[in-house]
């Protein structure tokens, strides 16, 4: 079974640049998240999907963040403009959905974003 | 709303000793428990989690945690460490019985296994 994918891994930009994150989580899984980590600390839900709709984005500064998950599968998220203070890992998970709650979350090996 | 705290910010340990990595957490309802664990350059993955039943939970490389509900803990331990433990270690919790799965981490223990 494919593990969940981002890209890219990595990207340096400079402040009041834009840049855009892909996830593509794994095959069949109901709900999305994505999740800044900065460094040295846990990390910290910016926005989660139930297939193509949005559940929680409370923590999503949404002046210059914003995210998409078309059709339910893959979800980009993206940035414009950056500060300096955008500087983390940001790490995407997916997991089924069941109604039962205390879903395993899988995660992505993350994209880590340097803002110069 | 729940929160983590793990008080070790990093733990250091010999090969082969024991260790208890400790969390705690705050909830006014019933909740669910995770441990993942973070390698080097990698995504988190998922040791063990306490979900109802039993209070002592065993997960993948001989890791196990125990719920205590009494004091709001669920501290992680191995009898035996390996060099190969080395990683950060997240405790994490979401309420039960909610609409959907909102899962509050902590800030991690970075647990050093020393040769």
């Known amino acids: 079974e494919a593990g969940v994918a981002q890209s890219p891994r990595y990207k340096i930009i400079e402040k009041r640049q834009s840049v855009a994150f892909w996830c593509n989580p794994i095959?069949?899984?109901?709900?999305l998240y994505w999740y800044q980590q900065i460094l040295g600390q846990g990390p910290k839900l910016l926005i989660q999907?139930?297939?193509?709709?949005?559940?929680?984005d409370s923590q999503l500064p949404k002046d210059r963040f914003s995210a998409e998950r078309l059709k339910g599968v893959d979800s980009t998220l993206k940035i414009q403009p950056a500060k300096l203070e955008d500087s983390a890992v940001y790490l995407c998970?997916?997991?089924?959905?069941?109604?039962?709650?205390?879903?395993?979350?899988?995660f992505g090996p993350g994209t880590r974003l340097t803002v110069l | 709303a729940q929160s983590v705290t793990q008080l070790d910010s990093q733990v250091p340990v010999f090969e082969e000793a024991p260790v208890e990595l400790r969390c705690n957490y705050s909830?006014?309802?019933?909740?669910?428990l995770f441990w993942y664990v973070q390698y080097p350059n990698q995504g988190l993955q998922l040791l063990l989690k306490?979900?109802?039943?039993?209070?002592l939970v065993k997960g993948i490389n001989g890791f196990e945690a125990e719920f205590n509900k009494s004091q709001t803990s669920f501290h992680l331990r191995k009898p035996s460490v390996h060099i190969s433990d080395t990683a950060e270690y997240f405790c994490?919790?979401?309420?039960?019985?909610?609409?959907?799965?909102?899962?509050?981490f902590g800030p991690g223990t970075s647990l050093s296994v020393i040769p």
């Open positions: 998970a997916s997991s089924s959905g069941s109604s039962s709650g205390g879903d395993t979350q899988y």
């Open positions: 095959s069949g899984h109901a709900t």
């Open positions: 999907f139930q297939n193509n709709g949005v559940v929680d």
């Open positions: 909830s006014s309802v019933s909740v669910y």
């Open positions: 306490y979900l109802s039943g039993s209070t």
């Open positions: 994490a919790v979401s309420e039960a019985k909610t609409s959907y799965d909102k899962v509050i």
